[in-house]
């Protein structure tokens, strides 16, 4: 579920730490990738609100299916009905396969949420009312990201995630 920001500054914030550390993740999962037995693919995922039913994911996939054909007024009649219904969230999903073990599905955003706020926990930001709080630590006294900082935090997480993994 996307993050909920206590105000505009907190906005900001994550405007700047989340591209790099999405990229310093990505980079690391392929570090250690290079060491070990594992394989990747990456899947793009719709994240629906809980509340979304079946039926309503149906409708807008079937929507958004017609507007690829569509033309001229079918457009803006398709588009006002998209309007209507609730929008997912893009989402990236890490898949690990390794020979005799089932895939292992991680989210890359849930990482990125790991890495920018602080005592982040993926349980608790399914709270409706869960706010979360940017890992000030990772931005400089100028307001610039600390990249190594943000580095050692990333490195941290993948290499949990990994030692993480099964082995059976």
């Given amino acids: ?88 969230t893009p989402g990236y999903h890490l898949c690990l396969h390794k020979e005799g073990l089932e895939t292992v599905k991680i989210d890359l955003w849930e990482l990125c949420y790991q890495v920018c706020f602080d005592s982040y926990s993926f349980l608790l930001a399914e709270s409706p009312n869960y706010v979360v709080a940017i890992d000030t630590s990772l931005i400089d006294e100028t307001g610039d990201v600390d990249w190594q900082l943000l580095d050692e935090k990333a490195t941290h997480l993948i290499d949990r995630v990994f030692a993480e993994l099964p082995t059976t």
Avoid: C, H
């Avoid at 405007?15 to 790099?20: C, I, K």
């Avoid at 290079?34 to 994911?57: C, G, H, M, R």
């Fill in 1 to 88: 579920m996307p993050p909920k920001f206590a105000d505009n500054i907190a906005w900001q914030q994550a405007e700047l730490l989340m591209q790099p550390a999405f990229i310093r993740i990505l980079d690391r999962i392929r570090k250690q990738l290079d060491s070990s037995a594992w394989k990747e693919t990456y899947e793009n995922v719709l994240i629906w609100q809980p509340e979304t039913t079946e039926e309503t994911k149906t409708e807008v996939a079937n929507l958004v299916k017609q507007l690829e054909s569509a033309q001229g007024e079918q457009v803006e009649e398709i588009e006002q009905a998209l309007m209507q219904l609730p929008t997912p």
